[in-house]
């Protein structure tokens, strides 16, 4: 009899839910489901996609263990009973960029810009990350300012992977909220390097006393392969066993079997350029954030809130589907005839610009085409990007290898124009869900009760490369500032 585990990625977009062997890691069945739009949502909606994605997967009934993987930071406030306070805040969401610079002053000494820096560097001495508008810290913060009433009732503060393992349990008390160090260590309140919650910050930031902090209950932290608990039996799930999940970043790197050396590079909503490390990495500039992994190390990052929906925009603007984009990026030259796509074009937080808008640069009557808006597009996408690898290269993190994945990777644009920015070879894996794929791997290394997780064979990849383009690069570099605030 096969042992089947269920991996589950609820990102932004969408829930996707995959059904593997726990031995092999072979697919069996998958499913999916939407998300509503907007930056803000009700985790109701987030519940009712997993419901529909767990249908069209065939069901749990012969599963053995499930664990899920989501998008990270979103706030969900809890009431004393259990109930959602208000719609949460994604990671996407730019009203907390006031606070998140507040956040910082609090902790500044001195003045002018190295008051900023010192702010800086206090928060990534305590947390490992600077905050920007995405750490659910600055988003307490905003509750705290802007809705005082709703602050009032918080009595636990839930991520959105917690607080869906929560509800697969069945569970209704408050002190069943599990999460793991890779969730956690993108709040803004966790000590990634200690591995230990800050109550201190999250006093700061509702306004309160560090013991009523204390009295909000935060989910309990648990080790990378520590069972979460059992699923809702109301629902003919109480023989599921249930891992702690993972931010969806941590759970892709499980899912791709990533070491030290490795860089993800997921262009889904979000662009990210991630890699595992075993020490913690802390980058006062705010670049890099000092996330922990899903295995018990570490995992920098660069986010940019600008990822695949520059593409989605691009193709809209054309009159074109992705395949179309793609052709004309593709039937342009490198450099687009000197047009750049600065793509803040939801603000941005890799660089932290949270009210600014994106910007064409350089359009004149040759690049005033199709093609070189569509590379121009693909380009600026990619040099965003290529900031966040660099920065990464700066604080000494290794990169050996480069793995293109996200829904954006299957854009054959993206794929071969990616290794001239970067200018480094790529490998793009077979179109996959790499999320879901780890939080599968994490449930079957629950059930082995293993120290390591177990070994699936990863996918055969493709591997790109292009002579590099550092003009484009430069280009960009010398234009990433021009650009218009949000009216
Ligand atoms: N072939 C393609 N080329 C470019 N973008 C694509 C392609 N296929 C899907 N996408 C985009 O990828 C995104 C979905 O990717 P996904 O990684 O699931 O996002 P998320 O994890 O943030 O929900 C959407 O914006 C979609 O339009
Ligand atoms: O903000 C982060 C990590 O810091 C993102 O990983 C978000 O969690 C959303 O990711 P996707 O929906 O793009 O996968």
Redesign the pocket.
């Known amino acids: 009899m096969t042992t089947l585990v269920a991996g589950i990625?609820s990102?932004?977009?969408?829930c996707?839910v995959v059904i593997r062997e726990a031995e092999t890691g072979a697919l069996v069945r998958q499913g999916s489901a939407k998300?509503p739009e907007g930056t803000e949502v009700s985790p109701q909606a987030w519940w009712d996609a997993l419901l529909l994605a767990i249908e069209q997967a065939g069901g749990l009934h012969d599963v053995a263990a499930a664990a899920i993987g989501g998008?990270q930071h979103g706030l969900v406030a809890l009431d004393a009973d259990g109930e959602v306070i208000r719609d949460a805040l994604l990671w996407n969401d730019t009203r907390s960029a006031d606070a998140a610079e507040a956040l910082i002053a609090e902790y500044s000494a001195g003045t002018g810009p190295e008051a900023v820096n010192s702010g800086a560097a206090a928060w990534t001495q305590m947390t490992g990350s600077v905050p920007v508008a995405s750490l659910t810290v600055t988003k307490l913060r905003w509750l705290a300012d802007s809705e005082p009433q709703n602050a009032q009732r918080v009595a636990a503060v839930a991520l959105p992977h917690d607080w869906l393992t929560w509800k697969l349990s069945g569970a209704a008390a408050l002190q069943d909220l599990t999460t793991d160090r890779s969730e956690v260590s993108g709040t803004g309140y966790y000590d990634t390097a200690q591995g230990q919650y800050r109550y201190d910050l999250l006093a700061r930031a509702l306004r309160i006393s560090e013991d009523q902090a204390r009295s909000i209950i935060l989910p309990r932290v648990l080790g990378p392969a520590e069972q979460a608990g059992t699923g809702d039996a109301a629902r003919g799930w109480g023989h599921l066993v249930l891992g702690p999940g993972a931010g969806?970043n941590a759970a892709a790197a499980l899912g791709l079997g990533m070491s030290t050396g490795d860089v993800a590079i997921?262009?889904?909503?979000?662009g990210v350029v991630s890699a595992v490390s075993p020490k913690p990495i802390q980058d006062p500039a705010g670049v890099i954030n000092g996330f922990a992994d899903a295995t018990g190390e570490f995992l920098p990052l660069a986010v940019t809130l600008n990822?695949?929906?520059v593409?989605?925009g691009a193709?809209r603007m054309l009159g074109v589907d992705?395949?179309g984009?793609?052709d004309l990026a593709l039937a342009a030259e490198p450099g687009a005839h000197g047009l750049s796509l600065i793509p803040y074009l939801e603000g941005e937080r890799t660089p932290n610009l949270p009210h600014a808008t994106g910007s064409f640069i350089g359009l004149s009557l040759a690049s005033m085409n199709p093609q070189d808006v569509a590379r121009a597009a693909v380009e600026g996408l990619l040099c965003g990007l290529a900031d966040g690898l660099q920065a990464m290269t700066t604080l000494g993190v290794p990169v050996n290898s480069i793995q293109l994945?996200?829904?954006?990777a299957?854009?054959a644009a993206?794929q071969q124009i990616a290794p001239a920015i970067f200018e480094r070879e790529i490998q793009v894996p077979e179109p996959g869900?790499y999320?879901a794929d780890g939080a599968a791997r994490q449930a079957a290394w629950v059930l082995s009760g293993s120290d390591t997780a177990p070994q699936w064979t990863t996918s055969a990849v493709q591997t790109f490369t292009a002579e590099p383009a550092r003009h484009v690069r430069e280009a960009y570099a010398a234009r990433r500032h021009l650009f218009a605030e949000r009216s």
Do not use: C, M, N, P
């Open positions: 990625d990102s932004t977009q969408s996707k998300h998008q969806d997921s262009i889904g909503t979000s990822g695949s929906r593409l989605d193709a992705h395949t984009l793609a994945i996200g829904g954006a299957r854009s993206v869900e999320v």
